[in-house]
């Protein structure tokens, strides 16, 4: 029997020194950000549709190749803008596994979700159970674009339009990806990325809203608010969503540096592959339904059978060794607060939410992480697996 006193959840040193945090985290030299932020203060202007703001809109058009990129200060409040632009009523289909931003800007917004299941090996929304859940109350389809692949926003366009609904997208996984070379950004009525530190394009927090429709950009503008709108527009309400020139100075560098951090998401996306597909019981998702991925997420299903340790143990092995790996979407939307209560039909509906939500494992990826540290955490991997029935033996003491 494998024994259990080399990993650091039973005494050893810890692996890492330091924490190895999942999520992008992007930091641009310190001269770069010093010569960036020496311009904000020269101008002495911080906020309201600046320069840097405006620059960054500029630069988003043209990287995805969209009419209108309208910058907001988080993905969460610009999702919320969609929902009142588009002016929805109602019921808002969307999959149950996804993060809480997703349901609760239609919560903000007046609006019932509609929880759809996901397909088990994409952990995209089912397209074949859409039809299914659409009765006279719903107004639009949010697909949510996760992992750095894409929920076919095709077909659910095709879906949207036979049925009568609006169809809009969180994208926040996905932004730089492209479906069949069309970029993200460009499906449905709108898309929306979020810059939060942990994602590829980074602006601290931040977001933006894509679209092609002049109209719907007006109202979003207006509602951002009207700071640089050429004509502000009737709108339901206003927020204070507007990005400052400090995030966009940062986004504008992760922009300038995206190439470059794809590309080692990339490889260490495909280090991880080749060491997690010869470890029985973790299973990679690949992510689908893109010519073009960010890679920006390495998540494993974990068979607690195959691998010899629950999701939820290996968690505890790792933070232990300080790689901090996380389970994500957990227990799904539609069992949280306060959906489960106020929506129990949806309790027994999803069983492929239920079983991810239960299995999935997020693993360290981006600027931060090398390729040393992906053999490094391979290898606590392949040892966690060889001495599962030690561990567990010993766990249960
Ligand atoms: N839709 C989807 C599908 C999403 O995944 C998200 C957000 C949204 C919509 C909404 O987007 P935003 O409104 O946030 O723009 C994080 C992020 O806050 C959130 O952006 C993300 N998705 C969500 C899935 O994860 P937390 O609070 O669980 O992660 P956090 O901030 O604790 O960071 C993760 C790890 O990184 C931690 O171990 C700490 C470490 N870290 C984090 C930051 C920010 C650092 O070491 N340094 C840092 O500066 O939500």
Redesign the pocket.
Known sequence: MMKTNDFALFGAEPEFDK?L???Q?YFPSWERYEASFRGIFERQYYTNNGPLHQKLEEKLQDFLGVKHAICVS????G?MMVADALELSGKVILPAF??S??VQSLTWAGLEPVFCDVDPDTHQIALDQINALIDEDVSAIMG?N?WGGSCNPKALSELAVSNGVQLYF?S??AFGCTVDNMPIGNFGHAE?F??????ILSA????CVCTNDNDLAARLRSIRPSYGTEKPVSIVRVANARMSEAQAAIALMSLEDFPANQKNNEHLFHLYAEQLDMIPGLHLVRPTGVSFSNYQYVVCRVNEHEFGLSRDLLIELLKAENV?A?R?FYPGLHRSIPYAQKLPQYLDRLPNTDNLCASCIQFPIGALVSAQAVERICNILKKAHQAASAIRSHYAQ
Not at 74 to 77: D, Q, R, V, Y
Request: net charge neutral; charged share 10%; no cysteine.
């Open positions: 924490a945090p999942v999520g985290l988080n993905a969460t409040l999702l996804t993060f931003a997703s949510v996760l969180d926040a996984h929306v979020s810059f939060h530190a942990t994602k601290t927090e931040g977001g901090i996380r994500y």
